[in-house]
């Protein structure tokens, strides 16, 4: 059985966090703010900060409950053995797109999720900026606030098509073919940032999103939204998305039909099981 998910309370330590730590820092990071962890990839005391503060107050909301972030598992990869039990686990990513937020960007997001037994229970989205809140609980939809979102089941051609693709960490074998049909769409947005493309998906706003390197704190809280709005959502040969696994690969589309023709377009070469 799963355990009862405190959502008021979880969005109120979110606003906290945006309000109080993350915009304080937007568009007035000092020199010794930013921290380049590998190449193209950076961390902000606004980072580190705000998964501290996330880390430290969620597990208060559940009794026996565990935490990871990811600049935490950055630190000390083995934490994310916590996934492999069955405790609920509170998984934090306290600034997607923080090349963005380093920049003075506005796509940028805070996303937490809640994991137990294997399967994603919880999600949330925060846009710092306007205060969005996007939400889900498996088996009882997803949200922007009280108002409850569905994707638009209704199939449209690939020409008509409006979607993410991020052929960036696709292997050699696949990326060609991939980057060589994305005319075939009628527009593919470019904005690197989960936590700004699973929103839009579940708003109708983009009709798929593919992506490789499938983190499990970018993708677990946006794949569970993007479900309980009815999209359908699948490793790239089809098989169901688990958020404790480490495959590669990830389509949501806004119905099977659609999916499948935006797979054998995409990646023709990974066969389809079932």
Known sequence: MYVNI???????????????IVMPFWRNLGRDDVTEKSAGDVTTSAD??????????????????LVLGEE?????PDLLAALQTDAPVWVIDP??????FAAGQPEFAIMVCLIQSGLTIGAWILNPIDGQLTSAERGCGAFQGDRPLTVDPSSVPLDRMRGVVATWYLPD???PTAEAVLGSFLYIERTRCAGYNYPSF???ELHFLFFYRTLVWDHAPGALIAQE?????????GREYSPVDDRKGLLCAT???MWLSIQRTLVPSVSVVG
Do not use: M, W
């Open 173 to 175: 074998s696949l990326r």
């Open 229 to 237: 709005a009815g999209g359908f959502v699948r490793r790239l040969d």
């Open 48 to 65: 580190t900060r705000c998964e501290a503060f996330l880390s430290s107050r969620l597990p208060g909301l559940i009794e026996g409950s």
């Open 202 to 204: 579940a708003k109708n």
């Open 95 to 100: 600034l997607d797109g923080t090349k963005y």
């Open 72 to 76: 935490s598992v950055y630190d000390d």
């Open 255 to 257: 119905n099977p039909e």
């Open 6 to 20: 405190p959502h008021a309370q979880v969005e109120a330590l979110l606003r906290e966090a945006a309000t109080q």
